[in-house]
């Protein structure tokens, strides 16, 4: 039996990998068996990247999204430079207390895609999940260069309260860019009740009158920078309107970030090749259905007429339901207290594969 193992990482407790040598553990002697750790735009993008591609990981010193120094790390595989935005940008950095959205920017984020120029990169593959910052990417054109200015001309800081005041935008000292591709795995705009702010304030802190200043600054921002129909592409307000400034400051595209790694691991051909392919993630939930990684392993093992399995630390009734799956696995079906089923996940997950009949 020829097994394709591709599954994203379990959130908080395992990788991608671990995931799949738990899963291979189980299911014993007696298969061929073949991992391809998956992820999207968020954690886990740079190691899938590089699991798939090569290179290797550089450091460099960044600002966080509040203006801190920090270390942060990025992928370099030949000439392209593999960038998740949380590590520089990310909500992970910033205790609950300290989260500031009205402050908070993307500048870090710009600095590694700077540092990524500086080290010969002529693409940029950058993932935009779990940002703390809710500032149309400002920060991030800030560090490469774009100007901010008022009606006095005078530059402005790049976050949303000091651009209160935005009159002009000037990108006249910013070098030409390479080309960047976003992965993006949402679909909301920049603006209204999907957008931004509306559906990832809260969040990263922000209460009503936050969310009621943000809509207004990212609505004049975008009338500013005349970026209304970037405003429109579903994704456009993913990481806080991050993705409408890349399209807008970096001319960048975007791209599901389950494509930009399906290409990257050759999916379409492993699966091919595949009697039975088993994937998943922490949870597979309606979320998941969007276009989550492991759905997308699922919908393309299915057109192929695999025999296909979840194995996840939780599986929604709406997963379970949708005819994606010939069997289904779920740790939190033992019944166990979530400590455990993160403490043990390990050992949990091989017993589950452990069930899985062909």
């Given at each position: 039996?020829n097994?394709l193992?591709?599954c994203?990482?379990?959130?908080g407790?395992?990788?991608?990998?671990?995931?799949?040598?738990?899963i291979?553990?189980?299911?014993?002697?007696?298969?061929q068996?073949?991992?391809?750790p998956?992820a999207?735009g968020?954690?886990?993008?740079v190691d899938?990247?590089?699991?798939?591609?090569?290179?290797e990981?550089r450091t460099?010193h960044?600002?966080?999204?509040l203006g801190?120094?920090?270390?942060a790390?990025?992928?370099?595989?030949?000439?392209?430079?593999i960038?998740?935005?949380a590590?520089?940008?990310?909500l992970w950095?910033i205790?609950?207390?300290e989260?500031d959205?009205?402050?908070?920017?993307?500048?870090g984020?710009?600095?590694?895609i700077d540092d990524?120029?500086a080290?010969?990169?002529?693409k940029i593959?950058l993932?935009?999940?779990?940002s703390a910052?809710n500032?149309g990417?400002?920060?991030?054109?800030?560090a490469l260069?774009?100007?901010?200015?008022?009606?006095?001309?005078?530059?402005l800081?790049?976050?949303?309260?000091?651009?209160a005041?935005l009159?002009?935008?000037?990108g006249?000292?910013?070098?030409?860019?390479p080309p960047?591709?976003?992965?993006c795995d949402v679909?909301?705009p920049?603006l209204?009740?999907?957008?931004?702010?509306?559906?990832?304030g809260?969040?990263?802190?922000?209460?009503p009158?936050e969310?009621e200043?943000?809509?207004a600054y990212?609505e004049?921002?975008?009338a500013v920078?005349?970026?209304?129909?970037?405003?429109?592409?579903?994704g456009?307000?993913?990481?806080g309107?991050?993705?409408?400034?890349?399209?807008t400051?970096?001319n960048?595209t975007?791209?599901p970030g389950?494509?930009?790694?399906a290409d990257a691991?050759s999916l379409?051909?492993?699966v091919?090749q595949?009697?039975?392919?088993i994937?998943?993630?922490g949870?597979l939930?309606?979320?998941?259905?969007?276009?989550?990684?492991?759905?997308?392993?699922?919908r393309?093992?299915k057109?192929?007429g695999?025999?296909?399995v979840?194995?996840?630390g939780?599986?929604?009734?709406?997963?379970k339901?949708?005819?994606l799956f010939?069997?289904?696995?779920?740790?939190t079906d033992?019944?166990l207290p979530?400590?455990?089923l993160i403490?043990?996940?390990?050992?949990?997950i091989?017993?589950?594969a452990g069930?899985?009949?062909?």
């Open positions: 039996m097994i193992i591709a994203d990482k379990f959130k407790s395992l990788s991608a990998r671990e995931v799949a040598l738990a291979e553990k189980g299911l014993g002697e007696g298969h068996i073949e991992l391809c998956i999207d968020g954690e886990g993008f899938a990247m590089l699991a798939a591609l090569g290179g990981v460099c960044v600002l966080d999204a801190r120094e920090v270390e790390s990025y992928g370099i595989s030949s000439s392209t430079a960038i998740e935005m590590d520089a940008s990310g950095r205790a609950e207390a989260r959205v009205l402050r908070a920017s993307t500048y984020t710009g600095q590694l990524g120029i080290q010969g990169a002529t593959l993932g935009v999940g779990g910052t500032d990417g400002v920060g991030m054109a800030a260069g774009w100007l901010f200015r008022d009606e006095a001309d005078d530059v800081e790049a976050n949303p309260v000091d651009l005041d009159a002009t935008v000037d006249s000292q910013v070098s030409t860019l960047i591709e976003v992965a679909e909301n920049l209204g009740e999907r957008g931004a702010t509306a559906v990832y809260p969040q990263k802190g922000a209460g009158a969310r200043y943000l809509e990212l004049h921002l975008m920078c005349g970026g209304e129909k970037a405003a429109e592409v579903p456009a307000g993913a990481a309107g991050l993705a409408w400034g890349l399209m400051f970096a960048a975007l791209r389950f494509d930009i790694v691991v379409q051909e492993r091919s595949a009697d039975v392919v994937t998943g993630e949870s939930d309606a979320q998941s259905l969007e276009g989550k990684g492991p759905v997308g392993v699922a393309l093992a057109e192929m695999k025999h296909t979840a194995v996840a939780h599986i929604s009734d709406e997963v339901e949708s005819d010939d069997q289904t696995f779920a740790l033992t019944g979530l400590e455990r403490a043990e996940a390990s050992s949990l091989e017993v589950e069930k899985i009949r062909f």
